[in-house]
Nanobody, 126 residues
Framework: QLQLVESGGDLVQPGGSLRLSCAVF????????IGWFRQAPGKEREGVIC????????NDPNSVKGRFTISRDVAKNTAYLQMNNLKPEDTAIYYC???????????????????WGQGTQVTVSS
């Protein structure tokens, strides 16, 4: 059974950092692209950053470029979202998602992904 479990969400002050983890079970990251998405209250879910099965990354340049990075440890079957210089507008529930894909690139459309974690809350506030 394919499963994704996020962790690492917390309350952090503006300018602070957090690292979210996405542990995957039932499949290998060598065959799956991973995307991080977020949903703030009253807003639609948006794609933040992703990594292809081959390790190529893509992000939303308007909101997180230069502040967020994605990485993975294939041996641990875990993907990470490193968030730096956090802003109040980054407050949201963060989800990781997976899709079987051997394409060299990844995409930030939620419709591309068919496996989702339960989400972890990130709150940026002083």
């Amino acid at each position: 059974q394919l499963q994704l479990v996020e962790s690492g969400g917390d309350l952090v002050q503006p300018g602070g950092s957090l690292r979210l983890s996405c542990a995957v079970f039932g499949f290998t990251l060598r065959d799956y692209a991973i995307g991080w998405f977020r949903q703030a209250p009253g807003k639609e879910r948006e794609g933040v950053i992703c990594i292809s099965s081959g390790g190529a990354t893509a992000n939303d340049p308007n909101s997180v470029k230069g502040r967020f990075t994605i990485s993975r440890d294939v041996a641990k079957n875990t993907a990470y979202l490193q968030m730096n210089n956090l802003k109040p507008e980054d407050t949201a529930i963060y989800y990781c998602a997976a899709v079987f894909s051997r394409r060299p690139v990844c995409f930030l459309r939620s419709s591309e992904y068919n496996y989702w974690g339960q989400g972890t809350q990130v709150t940026v506030s002083s």
